[in-house]
C-alpha cells in the first residue's frame, strides 16, 4: 500500500510540474518548456495506471486533483505572485481536509 501511495504522490508531482509550465511554455511557443510539460503529464497519467488498481478511481482522483489544486495555488502564489484571498486559503484547507478524511476511511481492493 505504501508504494501505492508513492506512485500517487510521484502523479501528483509529475502533474503539479506540467501545470507550473503551462504559462512557462507560451501557448506551446517555447520548445524546451513544451517538451518538459508534455513528459511530465504523461509520466502523471503512467504514474496513476499503477495507482488505479489498488485504490477506487474516486479516492485516487479526489486525491490527485485535491492535492495538486492546493500544490498549485501556494506554488503560483509564491513563483507567479499570484494573489489569494483568506477565503481562498481557507478553501484550499478544506480540501486537504478532505483528502486526508477521504484517504482515511479507504478501503482496500485486493
Known sequence: MLKTYLFLIGAIFCEVAGTMLLPIS????KLIPTIF???FYISAFYLLTFVVNKLPIAIVYATWSGLGIFTIA???????????AWQAVLGLF??????VLVNSFTIKLN
Do not use: E, P
Request: proline share 0%; glycine share 8%.
Open 74 to 84: 501556494i506554488l503560483g502564489y509564491v513563483f507567479f505572485k499570484q494573489t489569494l
Open 26 to 29: 507560451q501557448n506551446f511557443t
Open 94 to 99: 478544506l480540501i486537504v481536509i478532505g483528502v
Open 37 to 39: 510539460l508534455a513528459i
